[in-house]
């Protein structure tokens, strides 16, 4: 009897055990994240035009070895004027306007002062008097030459001739500065108003004056820009200066563009601002009289010719730490099949990434729009999975 009670105890004590066990295991298990890999997406014709892919392939760019800089477009000193008035007076009239294309010798203004007036006067009277003491020389070098008159009466005559002579030259190159017609004035016309001119073609930038206004000699009226030859003025910290030498190619994009154009260093600056950065000067490949001065830019100077295998940085997406592409594995009408990709990024400059494959594909054709369509269906089936 005691046998048989030890063996029913046994096997109640067993069954306890294994009933509690039981669901420990259960919860071990449901614990566990169970996670499987899918790689492979998949989009039928739908699906496929409302995520919008486009397919692209690996590029060569030359992301290694280059300098990233700011900088701005400017206009060299010969391509920029500032055109003020010689002689002070009031603005009886002007058309210009900002953004008003020029031709060299334009009327851009004209001015009226009193003593314009004056200075036509004065010039008339120096005139009339050198023609009468020219007549008074030659009489009293004829006079010396019969020993008549004395040498004293010569040399005050000649005197006279030479001062005189000296004024009217001042007062004509004066009036020269206000673009006075002398044709014009020898006929015994007084002109009222004189004019100013543009001394170059260009657009015009600024116009800082208006009809009755008051214009010193140092006003700036107005400026006129030659934007034919802009260059691109670079501003490079000094750490980076060693890198760059004159000829070496420079990539740049402007602030409201994509597009990326080139440039060519021409000078390297000499003088080191408070700021410990240096101004380069660049020439543009391609001259655009578009562009306006003072346009900001981003550019990288190129260092090095070696390029290397990049992708748009649209087209690498991160999941779960580590950086993906997806290439294509074939498409019908029915539906699209997609691949999901791991590489290795390094250098990225101007929307291009360097990328590596762990593996050598030929040609892959990869997606370089709408990657992160693909990488929500594939969270989307992620989680489904759990």
């Known amino acids: 009897m005691k046998s048989i009670y030890k063996y029913i105890v046994l096997i109640v004590v067993t069954f306890y055990l294994a009933a509690c066990g039981s669901p420990k295991e259960e919860n071990a298990v449901e614990k566990e994240p169970v996670h499987q890999e899918n790689d492979m997406v998949t989009l039928t014709p739908e699906q496929h035009k409302l995520a919008g892919i486009t397919l692209g392939e690996i590029e060569l760019k030359a992301l290694s070895g280059t300098t990233k800089v700011n900088g701005m477009l400017d206009l060299p000193p010969q391509s920029l004027v500032s055109i003020s008035t010689p002689l002070e007076g009031i603005v009886k009239s002007t058309d210009m306007l900002q953004g008003m294309k020029v031709k060299k010798g334009a009327l851009v203004a004209v001015m009226q002062n009193p003593e314009f007036i004056q200075m036509q006067q004065d010039y008339m009277d120096y005139k009339s008097q050198l023609q009468f003491l020219k007549q008074e020389l030659d009489r009293q070098e004829e006079l010396a030459k019969e020993n008549v008159n004395s040498k004293k009466a010569l040399q005050k005559a000649r005197s006279e001739y030479q001062s005189v002579s000296a004024r009217l030259l001042g007062q004509r190159s004066k009036l020269s500065l206000i673009n006075i017609s002398f044709a014009v004035l020898e006929k015994g016309e007084i002109l009222k108003t004189f004019n100013l001119y543009a001394p170059m073609a260009g657009y015009v930038t600024q116009v800082n004056t208006n ?100 992708l748009p940085d649209a087209a690498i997406v991160e999941f779960e730490g580590k950086k993906y592409v997806f290439i294509e594995k074939s498409a019908s009408k029915s539906a699209f099949h997609y691949q999901m990709i791991e590489v290795k990024t390094d250098v990225s400059e101007n929307g291009f990434t360097q990328i590596s494959f762990a593996e050598a594909l030929t040609k892959p054709k990869i997606v370089v729009k709408g990657a992160y369509d693909l990488l929500s269906k594939v969270k989307n089936e992620e989680e489904e999975g759990h």
């Open 211 to 310: 009809i009755g206004a008051f214009a010193s000699t140092t006003d700036e009226l107005f400026k006129i820009a030659d934007t034919e030859h802009l260059h691109a003025e670079l501003t490079v910290f000094e750490k980076d200066v060693p890198k760059l030498k004159i000829g070496q190619k420079v990539r740049f994009t402007l602030a409201n563009e994509d597009k990326e154009r080139m440039a060519t260093v021409h000078l390297i600056g000499r003088e080191i601002s408070k700021e410990r950065t240096v101004q380069v000067h660049c020439h543009l490949d391609k001259e655009d009289t578009q562009l306006l001065p003072g346009m900001y830019l981003k550019a990288y100077v190129e260092s090095g010719t070696n390029k290397v295998e990049a």
